[in-house]
Structure formats: structure tokens, C-alpha cells
């Protein structure tokens, strides 16, 4: 360990945590959980309080280099005041407002000639609303998108035309000026098998191989986003496969879910990486060159009721970890903890030759 340690903040930061283990970092921070298998890969607290809490720790921690994790991209007010304390690593509040604006999204992707959804900012412009779906501006994991016809308050979305097809998403390291793929994945989507409700995200399965041509495709679409709001580092773009198209729905400024997914399938540490990027450190190879064959999968568990976690799932969770070569249960809670319906209770892992 090379005796720096990086600051992560977010909802959730056990798999950036890992991340930053692999590549020798040693790590702190706060998110929601404080789930016992990230408590052991640092020294890490659970904000009771989102995400001002976050900002808390944040100003009584020592300087030190930080990043963010998901759902802090939609509050760039709190990415400014952390990072006049801590040297961010990352999309600064600037930059993050314009990705995150669906309008300037739209706008960057149609006048460059890629498909794109269209959006409206007032429900009164969208036709057919069985069409559309009513998304929050401050959404992270799909949470809270409903189709537009669905009752509910207009305050605080946008609308987004709706393509039916493959959700998937593409990684990306935007580094000296340009932006590199570093793998596609399919997305779990509203599973109901996984307790999710319509439209939230509920894991990834991959690497997804595609042809040169279509590669070629997504990549253009991160070299204009990356150009367009001058990112850099890791970023993602969620997206929909269909019509032989690549439908672009959003882009995830950070280190994101299904990056965990290619760093399972041999891709380097996407931490470092992200540091490499941002501090404009060369690379030593082509990042999707250690991709190997063997397809992994994960899988967020959500309560379909109250549920309490007690000895004997710590100790089922444990026991599989302890049998395998490789993780099989993540974002494990702790003893005694009461998960509410709806809210997720573990990540379960899986791989397969296809």
C-alpha cells in the first residue's frame, strides 16, 4: 500500500473501496450503509443524515485526495464545498451541471448526429405520455422514473421519450483528451425476480461483446460527451440497445455499478485508473486488453417486506464467501439491522462462460 488514502463519498462505496485496495490505496469515507464487508476495507462511517451528513464528515476529515461514488453527481453544490477542503478527483460542480442537464445532453448528442431520446422539461409538451417516461433530475439507479401517464408531481423532472429494448451501459475512462471504452454491459432493469420496482436498476451482466462497428458507434458517442463537458476520469452512460442503435438515456459522471462487473472480468483497478486520468498519469496498456472470456453478473437483492438481518444470514453470507475464489455476496448489513421494503438487503454475484 503506497500509504495515500483517498476519501470516497456516495450513497454506496464498498465496490470503489475494493477498487482502491486492488490498486494499493488505502481508503476512508462515509455512505448510507457502512455495511460490514466495506467497514473492513477502511475506515468508513454511515452518514444518518443524506447527503449532508456526507458533508459533515467531510469537513472534519483531514485533507486528502477524494472522489465521489453514486448520487452525489446530482448535487455539484456539495462536490464545490467538499472539494475546497479535499483535492477532488473527478467532474467538478461546473462540468457536472452541464452532463447532468438533459436538455445540453440532448442537445451535444442530436447536433453530433447520434440517436438520442427526446426530453421535454413541461409535461404539457409531451404527446402519447404512454410514450414517455417522467424521470427526476436528481434520479440515481432509476429510482422514482415512472411512465408519464402514471399519476404523480411534475416538480422536479424531466421527460424522456421512451425506447424499448436492451438496457445496457457503456464504461469510460476520459484520459489525455479523449475517452476510452473500457467495456459494455447489459442491465437488470425493474427485474421483478430481484424485488426491484419498475424501472430501478438491479445489476449488470457482462463483458457484452458487440461488433467493431457498433463499438465504434458508443465510443463516438463518449468522445463528444467528453469533449462537449470536458469530463474526466471514469464515467458511464446508461443507455438502450435497439434498432441497431445505441440510445443514449444518461451520463453517470464517476466510478459506476457496472464498472464493479469488468474489474470482476480481469479490467485493472478502475480507481487507479481514475487517479492515473485525473492526475494525467500515462497509461501502461490498453485498459480492455486484460478483459477475459468468463461473463460475471451481479444482482441487487431488494426486501419485498420488513426484513431483520440476524446471525444466521451473516453467517450464510460468510460461509459462501469463505467456499469461493471470488465474492459472492456483497454490501452485506449489519447484525441486528432492519431493512425496509423496498430498500436493497445484499448484492449476490455470479459468473458463467456466457
Given at each position: ?210 461488433s467493431a462497428k457498433f463499438e465504434a458507434l458508443i465510443e463516438k458517442i463518449g468522445i463528444a460527451v ?43 483497478s478502475a480507481v487507479d485508473l481514475h487517479v492515473r486520468a485525473c492526475t494525467q498519469q500515462p497509461l ?71
Amino acid at each position: 500500500m503506497n500509504g495515500e488514502s483517498i476519501m470516497l463519498l456516495g450513497a454506496s462505496v464498498r465496490a470503489a473501496a475494493r477498487s482502491c485496495r486492488q490498486a494499493g490505496f488505502a481508503c476512508h469515507g462515509a455512505d448510507l450503509f457502512a455495511d460490514v464487508d466495506t467497514i473492513v476495507l477502511g475506515k468508513f462511517e454511515r452518514a444518518m443524515e443524506y447527503p449532508r451528513g456526507l458533508l459533515k464528515f467531510a469537513e472534519q476529515a483531514p485533507p486528502s485526495r477524494w472522489m465521489y461514488t453514486g448520487g452525489l453527481e446530482n448535487y455539484p453544490e456539495l462536490v464545490e464545498s467538499v472539494s475546497q477542503r479535499h483535492e477532488l478527483l473527478g467532474i467538478g460542480g461546473e462540468s457536472l451541471r452541464r452532463v447532468r442537464d438533459p436538455l445540453q445532453l440532448y442537445d451535444v448528442l442530436s447536433t453530433a448526429k447520434l440517436s438520442v431520446p427526446e426530453v421535454a422539461m413541461n409535461p404539457n409538451d409531451v404527446a402519447e405520455k404512454q410514450h414517455w417516461l417522467r424521470k427526476p433530475l436528481r434520479g440515481s439507479g432509476g429510482m422514482h422514473v415512472a411512465l408519464a401517464d402514471h399519476p404523480g408531481s411534475s416538480r422536479g423532472c424531466y421527460y424522456q421519450r421512451f425506447v424499448e429494448g436492451q438496457p445496457a451501459a457503456a464504461a469510460f475512462l476520459a484520459h489525455a483528451g479523449g475517452a476510452i471504452l473500457l467495456g459494455i454491459t447489459h442491465q437488470f432493469v425493474g427485474q421483478p425476480w430481484t424485488g426491484a420496482r419498475p424501472f430501478q436498476y438491479a445489476g449488470s451482466i457482462g463483458p457484452v461483446s458487440l461488433s467493431a462497428k457498433f463499438e465504434a458507434l458508443i465510443e463516438k458517442i463518449g468522445i463528444a460527451v467528453t469533449d462537449a463537458f470536458a469530463l474526466t476520469g471514469l464515467f458511464g452512460i446508461d443507455g438502450v440497445i435497439a434498432d441497431d442503435q445505441f440510445w443514449p438515456v444518461e451520463v453517470n459522471p464517476r466510478y459506476t455499478s457496472s464498472i464493479e462487473i469488468l474489474e470482476r472480468a480481469g479490467l485493472p483497478s478502475a480507481v487507479d485508473l481514475h487517479v492515473r486520468a485525473c492526475t494525467q498519469q500515462p497509461l501502461s496498456t490498453s485498459p480492455r486488453q486484460s478483459l477475459q472470456d468468463i461473463v460475471h453478473g451481479k444482482a441487487v437483492v431488494f426486501a419485498n417486506s420488513e426484513v431483520g438481518i440476524g446471525t444466521s444470514f451473516e453467517q450464510f453470507t460468510q460461509q459462501h464467501n469463505a467456499a469461493s475464489t471470488t465474492l459472492q455476496f456483497a454490501d452485506i448489513p449489519q447484525r441486528g439491522e432492519s431493512i425496509e421494503a423496498g430498500h436493497p438487503i445484499a448484492t449476490v454475484f455470479a459468473q458463467g462462460r456466457d
